[in-house]
């Protein structure tokens, strides 16, 4: 079933979001070179507390962490740990917050130290990707709209969709229907209304689609170790458009 918002509602999602925002943005300056990932789990304990807010990922499905720090062929879930970033790493961040009776979710990627060119070329897809979609979260477009921009433009720049993991609804609980998948046919699938709240977050690989669960118990992979990134905004459509909830 999926939870129509009011504007009241959306108002205190944006007010969640743009916390999230702030503390994502401190999060990608302090992911540097010679940084510990377990490093930036405890920066973020910190930011959510003293913003008087909540962690949405801890204990969701026996998660023990609140941040997902997923380095180079890992696509989501990785658990921050003592290992070190290195340069020439791609990081994936990922958080969520409770704030007010509501979550939010973002992403992002960032490319560390002396990076490869086609790495870049795949975060600047991935980020422009995102961006195409959330435009198609209009009222009278459809879930396959949003899903066929993102399949689409990745086909376009030679790179993959991951197909086995999706975006999701999102408000009073962290996840909620429906799922937002990152490929479909245009005009087909859930009609978009106003007052709905949902995570569009795109991932995409250099060498496939497949996927794999890595040795730690939680991290999932790309099949063939091939470099992968992730981008994620809340977004809500509303009828003046959609409202990316997640930014400053």
């Known amino acids: 079933m ?3 918002k009011t504007k009241q509602e959306i108002v205190l999602m944006r007010e969640g979001g743009r916390i999230l925002a702030k503390i994502m943005e401190k999060l990608k300056r302090e992911t540097i070179v010679g940084r510990k990932t377990i490093e930036l789990e405890i920066l973020a304990q910190d930011l959510i507390k003293k913003n008087k807010a ?5 204990g969701e499905n026996g998660f023990p962490n609140i941040l997902c720090v997923s380095i180079n062929d890992e696509i989501v879930h990785a658990v921050p740990s003592e290992r070190i970033i290195k340069s020439g790493d791609i990081v994936s961040l990922d958080l969520g917050i409770f704030f007010k009776g509501f979550h939010t979710d973002m992403a992002i990627t960032i490319p560390v130290g002396e990076t490869q060119v086609e790495f870049l070329r795949l975060i600047k897809t991935t980020k422009k990707i995102l961006k195409l979609a959330i435009k ?9 709209d949003i899903g066929n921009i993102i399949e689409r433009y990745a086909k376009a720049r030679g790179f993959y969709v991951i197909k086995d993991l ?3 609804g999102i408000g009073r609980n962290l996840h909620e229907d429906p799922q937002v998948l990152n490929f479909g046919k245009r005009h087909q699938g859930i009609k978009l209304k106003e007052g709905m709240t949902f995570c569009i977050e795109p991932m995409l690989a250099i060498g496939t689609s497949k996927t794999q669960q890595a040795k730690e118990e939680f991290a999932i992979k790309t099949a063939d170790g091939s470099i992968s990134s992730h981008f994620e905004h809340t977004v809500a ?12």
């Open 2 to 4: 999926i939870h129509l």
């Open 54 to 58: 909540k962690p949405s990922f801890l």
């Open 136 to 144: 198609k979260a209009v009222v009278g477009n459809t879930l396959g």
């Open 166 to 168: 999706c975006g999701h």
């Open 237 to 248: 459509v509303t009828e003046e458009g959609p409202i990316i909830l997640t930014q400053i």
